[in-house]
């Protein structure tokens, strides 16, 4: 690379990175002022601790739901976001399992970002996020499409497409529903996934 086009991308890099900075030595960055905790963050606080929960899932449209009870979930905050921990209850007879989940709301972007591990199926790690804050109390986030591997002897391998509402009824109630449409040609979506929270005194 010449050397007056080295020269001139250094001065620029110099002058927008002194364009960046604070006007006075008092005044807060903008990093500073994004990672002070706000109403969402106190919000996610008061959801920290020990819940009961109850697993709903609809493995298709019609179908009775697969009901697993005697989980237990651990909700702490790891800076501003809000981490959950769920497994069997001891003592409980439940297969071992572990699923955990990561929300915090992006204040930069404004919006909501989740991300899920589940041990209990092949479903890698599954990101989403929401177009927006919450509405009416409730967080809509939308998940990147991912192969299903089915519920039969074969991988199904298709394209399924799902959301997640998550919303609270009380201080000590939450609730947790998926929706998915499989890429089967048929359109249809249906209530997958259903995780009813009481909190543990």
Same mark, same amino acid.
């Given at each position: 690379?010449?050397?007056?086009?080295?020269?001139?991308?250094? +001065?620029?890099?110099?002058?927008? !990175?002194?364009?960046?900075? &604070?006007?006075?030595?008092?005044?807060?960055? #903008?990093? *500073?002022?994004?990672?002070?905790?706000?109403?969402?963050?106190?919000?996610?606080?008061?959801?920290?601790?020990?819940?009961?929960?109850?697993?709903?899932? @609809? &493995?298709?449209?019609? #179908?009775?739901?697969?009901?697993?009870?005697?989980? +237990?979930?651990?909700?702490?905050?790891?800076? &501003?976001?809000?981490?959950?921990? %769920?497994?069997?209850?001891?003592?409980?007879? *439940?297969?071992?399992?572990?699923?955990?989940?990561?929300?915090? !709301?992006? =204040?930069?972007?404004?919006? @909501?970002?989740?991300?899920?591990?589940?041990?209990?199926?092949?479903?890698?790690?599954?990101?989403?996020?929401? !177009?927006? &804050? #919450?509405?009416?109390?409730?967080?809509?986030?939308?998940?990147?499409?991912?192969?299903? +591997?089915?519920?039969?002897?074969? +991988?199904?391998?298709?394209?399924?497409?799902?959301? %997640?509402?998550?919303?609270?009824?009380?201080?000590?109630? %939450?609730?947790?529903?998926?929706?998915?449409? %499989?890429?089967?040609?048929?359109?249809?979506? @249906?209530?997958?996934?259903?995780?009813?929270?009481?909190? =543990?005194?």
């Amino acid at each position: 690379m010449p050397k007056p086009l080295i020269a001139l991308l250094v +001065v620029t890099s110099a002058l927008s !990175f002194a364009g960046s900075a &604070p006007v006075s030595a008092d005044e807060p960055t #903008a990093a *500073q002022r994004m990672s002070e905790p706000g109403p969402l963050e106190e919000m996610l606080t008061k959801q920290t601790g020990q819940w009961d929960v109850v697993a709903s899932l @609809w &493995p298709a449209p019609g #179908a009775e739901p697969i009901v697993a009870r005697g989980l +237990v979930a651990e909700r702490t905050m790891i800076g &501003p976001i809000l981490q959950e921990i %769920m497994k069997p209850a001891p003592g409980g007879n *439940q297969p071992d399992f572990t699923r955990i989940d990561y929300l915090n !709301f992006d =204040r930069v972007e404004g919006r @909501w970002k989740y991300v899920s591990m589940d041990t209990r199926f092949p479903v890698s790690i599954m990101p989403a996020r929401s !177009f927006g &804050p #919450a509405t009416d109390g409730k967080i809509d986030v939308q998940f990147e499409p991912q192969g299903f +591997v089915g519920f039969g002897t074969e +991988v199904e391998g298709r394209f399924m497409v799902s959301d %997640m509402a998550i919303s609270s009824s009380d201080v000590d109630h %939450m609730l947790k529903e998926q929706h998915v449409m %499989m890429a089967n040609g048929t359109g249809k979506s @249906w209530l997958f996934v259903r995780y009813e929270y009481t909190r =543990r005194h």
